[in-house]
């Protein structure tokens, strides 16, 4: 069954450093992939997805994540934490049916 | 504001009683999902609907719990004879028709039921 694991619960950086945050799935076949980010006592709210095509992915608020089969990986990054990106990402998978499998998600802190 | 809409945002109830918990999908919306989010834990599938048909109900627990999206009105979850295991946020979400796998679910604010 397909599974989609975030290293690190809890991830901590400076503002204007690097943010990046994992998440690998296991499925044999690459499936879409989704990065939502979810704000205290919010819904989520889609940063970017993968489906097919261009591994690099582009989305909102500076985000961006490479797909990569080799590695079975889909990692968040951007270049420059902001104070306002302090929040929880969840990475997720469509399971089939258009079911998506989430990951437990990563809260990210940003310190000044 | 067009998005999908939850009600109530919070909830209460004593354990044995009922809750049920609303979803008004984003206009033009028919496809329905609804996701459980335990404390520290990510969301996890429990039913998807369209008008008036569950299309997969597999991560729906098998007692008390129940789910319809009428033709007319908002989907409605409803759990019976609630525990204090049910206490976490349902979160509801939507996407158009012919929706396919790669196409993203525009999520609610979520439903924090509480069961005292």
């Known amino acids: 069954a397909q599974s989609v694991t975030q290293l690190g619960s809890h991830v901590s950086v400076s503002e204007g450093a690097l943010v990046l945050l994992r998440c690998n799935y296991s499925s044999s076949v690459p499936p879409y992939l989704f990065w939502y980010v979810q704000y205290p006592n919010q819904g989520l709210q889609l940063l970017l997805k993968y489906t097919t095509g261009a591994t690099l992915v582009k989305g909102i608020n500076g985000f961006e994540a490479e797909f990569k089969k080799s590695e079975t990986s889909f990692h968040l990054t951007k270049p420059s934490a902001h104070m306002s990106d302090a929040a929880e990402y969840f990475c997720?998978?469509?399971?089939?049916?258009?079911?998506?499998?989430f990951g437990a998600g990563t809260r990210l802190a940003v310190h000044p | 504001n067009a998005g999908v809409m939850q009600n109530p945002r919070h909830l209460v109830r004593r354990r044995g009683q009922e809750a049920r918990l609303r979803c008004s999908p984003m206009k033009g919306h028919s496809h329905v999902y609804w996701y459980r989010q335990l404390p520290e834990e990510g969301l996890k599938f429990m039913v998807y609907l369209q008008k008036e048909n569950i299309i997969d109900e597999s991560g729906m627990p098998k007692e008390r719990f129940s789910a319809e999206f009428p033709k007319e009105g908002p989907s409605i979850l409803r759990i019976q004879q609630v525990v204090r295991g049910d206490s976490a946020a349902y979160f509801c979400?939507?996407?158009?028709?012919?929706?396919?796998?790669?196409?993203?679910?525009?999520f609610g604010d979520g439903t924090r039921l509480s069961i005292l």
């Open positions: 997720a998978a469509d399971g089939g049916y258009n079911k998506l499998i």
């Open positions: 979400a939507s996407s158009p028709p012919g929706s396919s796998n790669n196409q993203p679910q525009h």
